[in-house]
């Protein structure tokens, strides 16, 4: 939301009734596959998908990995559909709702992972990548999702555009190796927000060193 210290007593009592009202109304899932690596010349064949992982920035990220999970969670369609109708009545709600949602996506994929890694063995892992990130084109959204099955288990689908629909949705991989990995710093390098990112103009970053 552009607050840079602790929020002013108005925004936090926004954030908090916002808060309530999307808690009560997001449906928060996921869906994973585990892929075998296959590194050619061309790119990265993750399993069955039927098109390759291409990119200078993913085949860093997966050097040295022979498996990856790949993954989308979704908040649901409600989500989508609070920061609409907030935005009939209260654009102040609706860009409060809409930036707690997009945090909130994220929280998913956290405890998705915590979970995933709890079943699945995976001695050393990589952070998650998403389409779009670095140069791993976003194009591959449609494919990533027809291998998860996505829309059927999630309903979650993709538009010609490459948007994730709901919005309030992530698709990621991670690498998984037998040896140690890189996990290097998440970042401004490879981000393709770095020349209008905020947090860069105000000398942060988003991430940190994992």
């Keep these: 939301m552009g607050v840079r210290e602790v929020p002013a007593e108005n925004i936090a009592g926004l954030l908090e009734r916002c808060e309530k009202r999307v808690l009560d109304v997001i449906r928060p899932n996921y869906v994973y596959r585990e892929a075998e690596l296959e590194f050619t010349e061309n790119g990265i064949r993750a ?24 993954f989308a969670a979704t908040l649901s369609a409600e989500a989508d559909k609070l920061i609409r109708q907030a935005a009939v009545t ?10 707690l949602c997009s945090a909130a996506v994220e929280q998913v994929c956290d405890a998705a992972e915590e979970e995933i890694f709890s079943v699945i063995e995976a001695p050393y892992r990589t952070w998650r990548f998403s389409p779009g990130y670095g140069d791993l084109p976003l194009g591959i959204q449609g494919s990533f999702l027809k291998m998860l099955n996505a829309q059927r288990r999630i309903g979650l ?45 105000g000398g942060k970053s988003c991430q940190v060193r994992t």
Aim: net charge neutral; charged share 25%.
């Design 157 to 201: 689908t993709v538009t010609d555009s490459m948007l994730l629909i709901p919005s309030k949705s992530v698709t990621a991989l991670i690498g998984i190796s037998d040896a140690p990995v890189s996990r290097g710093k998440r970042g401004c390098g490879s981000c393709n927000m770095r020349e209008s990112c905020a947090y860069r103009r």
């Design 47 to 70: 399993g069955d998908m039927n098109e390759l992982l291409t990119g200078s920035d993913i085949a860093r990220h997966l050097a040295g990995c022979t498996k990856a999970v790949l």
């Design 90 to 99: 209260d654009v102040a709600e609706s860009f409060a709702i809409d930036c």
